[in-house]
C-alpha cells in the first residue's frame, strides 16, 4: 500500500486542503485537490460499513485523478501533498479470451 501508513496524529489539520497529484513516468498526468472530491472520506467509510463489518486494520482506497491510459512497463505514482506517495510498476498478464469477447475487445 506504500511506504508507510499515516497515523491521525501525523495527519495534516485540513484533509480537504491537500494536494494531489499523478505522474506517470515521472510526468505529471493529472493535478487536483482533495477539496475536489465528490464524496469526503467519512461518508465514504460511512458507506462501505452499510455492506462490510470494517475491522482494524482494514483498508478502504479512493482514486488518484484521473489521467490518461497506462500500459505495461509504465511506472505510476499517486501522491497527496503531506500523506506520501504510492508508486507502482504497471504489469501485464495474458487476458481471458472469453472475458474479453464478452467486454467487446
Known sequence: MGSWIVTPEEMPADLYRLRI????????????????????FDDIVAFASTFWT???????????????????????????????????????VPADPVYARRIGL
Request: no cysteine.
Open 21 to 40: 497529484l499523478r505522474r506517470r513516468n515521472g510526468k505529471v498526468e493529472a493535478e487536483s485537490n482533495t477539496s475536489n472530491m465528490i464524496f469526503r
Open 54 to 92: 470494517l475491522e482494524p486494520g482494514d483498508l478502504i482506497t479512493t482514486a488518484s485523478p484521473m489521467a490518461g491510459p497506462i500500459f505495461p512497463g509504465d511506472v505510476i505514482e499517486s501522491e497527496i501533498e503531506g500523506l506520501g506517495l504510492l508508486r507502482n510498476r504497471v504489469e501485464s
